[in-house]
C-alpha cells in the first residue's frame, strides 16, 4: 500500500486551450444602398491558437465581411476585435496597419500577386516593407525555407503569368505565412480552382494548422471546403446561427475531416 505522505500529487488538469481571437457583439451596416444594409448583426466569436476555423453559409450572409472586419481590413460599427490581447480597432490607423502587416496573413480568392514580381519577390514582399525590415539574407532564407516547405522551390524565378493557378494559390499563401502571422485568414482561397487542386491547397492548408499550429480562419461557401477545418460556424443574414465540430475522418492531417455531419446540419438549417 502506498504510503499517503509519498503518494504522487494527481495529475493536473490539462491548460485552457488560449483563445488567440475574441470578438464581441460585431455589427457593421453598409450606407451605399438604401436603405442602408446590416450585414453583422451582433456577431460574437472566438478562435483558439493553432485551430482551423471554417465561416460558411450562402452568398451575401456577411462572412466576407466578417473576416475582413476580424483581419482589421474593415472596422466595425460597433463591437471589439482582439487578436493576441490586442484590441485592433482601439488605436490609430498607423497601428493598424503595422500591425496588420506584420501579425495577420491574408489569401483570397484572386490570389493578388504582383504580376510584375517573380515568385520569391512576391514572398519576400512582406518582410520587406517591415519596418525595420530584417536582413536581406533573414529574407532570403525564410523565402527559401517557405517556398520549399510549398513544393515551389523550383518556380521562385517564374512570374505570376508562368505558373498555374493552384502555383499561384501555393504561393500567395507562402507569401501570406513570411511574416510568421498570429492568424491566416483565407476568404474563399479555392473560389477560382478545380476541385483536385483546390484539394491539393485545402490539405495544405489543412497540415499547416494540424502539424505548425497555424491558426487558420477560412470563409467558403462550400461543405467539401470547410470540412477541412476542426469547427464550422454556419452563418445566415449577418448572425452565427450554427457551430459545428469537426471529427477527424482518419490519420492523415491533410484529409477532409468526416463531412456527413455538417451536411445533415446544413440540410437541418435549410442550407
Not at 88 to 107: I, K, N
Not at 125 to 141: D, H, V
Not at 205 to 232: F, I, P, S
Request: glycine share 8%; charged share 25%.
Amino acid at each position: 500500500m502506498t504510503d499517503v505522505a509519498t503518494a504522487p500529487p494527481p495529475p493536473s488538469p490539462p491548460a485552457p486551450a488560449q483563445d488567440i481571437v475574441v470578438a464581441t457583439a460585431l455589427r457593421k451596416t453598409f450606407h451605399i444602398s438604401r436603405p442602408p444594409r446590416e450585414v453583422l448583426h451582433g456577431v460574437s466569436l472566438t478562435v483558439r491558437r493553432g485551430e482551423f476555423v471554417a465561416i460558411m453559409g450562402p452568398s451575401g450572409c456577411g462572412k466576407s465581411t466578417l473576416l475582413h472586419v476580424l483581419g482589421g481590413l474593415e472596422p466595425p460599427d460597433d463591437g471589439t476585435v482582439v487578436v493576441e490581447g490586442e484590441s485592433l480597432y482601439a488605436r490609430d490607423d498607423e497601428w493598424l496597419t503595422a500591425y496588420r502587416r506584420d501579425h495577420m496573413g491574408f489569401v483570397f480568392q484572386l490570389f493578388n500577386l504582383i504580376p510584375t514580381l517573380t515568385a520569391a519577390q512576391n514572398v519576400a514582399l512582406p518582410l520587406r516593407l517591415r519596418r525595420p525590415a530584417p536582413k536581406r539574407q533573414a529574407i532570403n532564407e525564410r523565402v527559401a525555407a517557405l517556398m520549399s516547405a510549398l513544393d515551389l522551390h523550383d518556380l521562385q524565378g517564374h512570374g505570376p503569368e508562368e505558373i498555374s493557378g493552384g502555383e499561384q494559390q501555393r504561393v500567395a499563401i507562402a507569401r501570406a505565412l513570411a511574416s510568421q502571422p498570429a492568424v491566416l485568414l483565407a476568404d474563399e482561397p479555392t473560389g477560382n480552382l478545380d476541385w483536385h487542386t483546390s484539394r491539393e491547397v485545402m490539405g495544405l492548408l489543412a497540415r499547416l494548422c494540424r502539424e505548425e499550429r497555424q491558426t487558420t480562419v477560412l470563409v467558403t461557401h462550400d461543405a467539401r471546403t470547410a470540412a477541412y477545418a476542426d469547427r464550422v460556424l454556419v452563418m445566415r443574414d449577418g448572425d452565427v446561427i450554427a457551430e459545428q465540430a469537426m471529427q477527424p475522418a482518419g490519420d492523415d492531417p491533410t484529409a477532409p475531416r468526416d463531412a456527413a455531419p455538417l451536411i445533415a446540419r446544413l440540410t437541418e438549417l435549410g442550407l
